[in-house]
């Protein structure tokens, strides 16, 4: 995703700040990264135990107060892909 410039720490921090309560709504990973030179360019990759335990999670209060918070921060451009994950370091291997 991208943010306003000068935004990138401001969403960061609301990103990582919620990742606790994102495991008991059934996300297995959650990685918030930036870059060292496009400062404007957030990643997240999430690893979710179902489609539907994220499309829930969307749902709970907190998420929805992030949402409202960090929106106004961005520029509308996001991009997306969804994996059907094979295996991996870190990933459960009963999906």
Same mark, same amino acid.
């Given at each position: 995703?991208?943010?306003?410039? &000068?935004?990138?720490?401001? *969403? *960061? ?7 606790? &309560?994102?495991?008991?709504? $059934? ?5 918030? &990264?930036? /870059? ?7 990643? *997240? ?6 489609? %539907?335990?994220?499309?829930? /999670?969307? %749902? ?19 991009? /997306? %892909? ?5 295996? $991996? ?5 009963? %999906?």
């Amino acid at each position: 995703m991208r943010v306003k410039p &000068g935004h990138r720490d401001e *969403v *960061v921090a609301t990103l990582v700040g919620g990742a606790d &309560g994102l495991k008991a709504a $059934g996300c297995d990973l959650y990685v918030v &990264g930036t /870059s060292d030179t496009d400062e404007d360019t957030i990643w *997240v990759h999430e690893v979710w135990a179902s489609r %539907q335990a994220h499309d829930d /999670s969307l %749902q709970l209060p907190e998420v929805k107060a992030a949402i409202a918070r960090t929106m106004p921060l961005l520029t509308g451009e996001f991009t /997306s %892909q969804e994996l059907d994950i094979a295996g $991996g370091l870190g990933v459960p291997t009963d %999906q």
